[in-house]
């Protein structure tokens, strides 16, 4: 079992910036590939980013592209996603995922272990 517990969300102004944290515990997920989503009450969950299991490769939803990035710190076990230029529409829960394989995939049905989430808003 993966336990995965992700930090750092909050409030931010418009223009700026956070830097959400992933933690995982009970095995090592340095063989998993990693990803973020995020979702919005009452909405889908949606893609946000995902690296592979050695953060070699990396991809984005179209709507983060050169504002978020997402890496990886193997010997930490934790997966990070810095995000500048926050916009409102950024505002959701974010949820960071383990994959079943070792590559990046944007679909939900990859991952097989959640974290909770941490609600991140941008204020206007």
């Known amino acids: 079992q993966v336990q995965l517990v992700e930090s750092g969300g909050g409030l931010v102004q418009s223009g700026g910036s956070l830097r959400l944290s992933c933690a995982a515990s009970?095995?090592?997920?340095?063989?998993?590939?990693m990803g973020w989503f995020r979702q919005v009450r009452g909405q889908e969950r949606d893609f946000v980013a995902a690296?592979?299991?050695?953060?070699?490769?990396?991809r984005y939803a179209d709507s983060v592209k050169g504002r978020f990035t997402i890496s990886r710190d193997n010997a930490k076990n934790a997966v990070y996603l810095q995000m500048n230029s926050l916009k409102p529409e950024d505002t959701a829960i974010y949820y960071c995922?383990?994959?079943?394989?070792?590559?990046?995939?944007?679909?939900?049905?990859?991952?097989?272990?959640w974290g909770r989430g941490t609600l991140v808003t941008v204020s206007s």
């Open positions: 995922a383990a994959n079943s394989g070792t590559e990046t995939s944007s679909l939900l049905r990859s991952y097989d272990y």
């Open positions: 690296i592979s299991w050695t953060g070699g490769f990396t």
């Open positions: 009970g095995r090592n997920v340095s063989d998993h590939g």
